[in-house]
């Protein structure tokens, strides 16, 4: 699970825009870009543009 404090600093990386946290799921979304962001093991996310799968 991530921390409150994180997820008030996390932006976008490509527009910086506020995403969504799907705690279920393990990902951040990000409704402007239409990008979702994977976390990994650790609950570190990866905030890779190249790696976020596009919806």
């Known amino acids: 699970m991530l921390s409150k404090e994180l997820l008030e600093i996390l932006a976008c990386p490509k527009c910086k ?9 393990k990902r951040l979304t990000c409704r402007k870009c239409r990008l979702r962001y994977g976390i990994l093991k650790g609950d570190i996310p990866n905030m ?3 790696e976020a799968e596009k919806f």
């Open 17 to 25: 825009g506020d995403l969504l946290y799907e705690k279920q799921k």
């Open 48 to 50: 890779l543009i190249d």
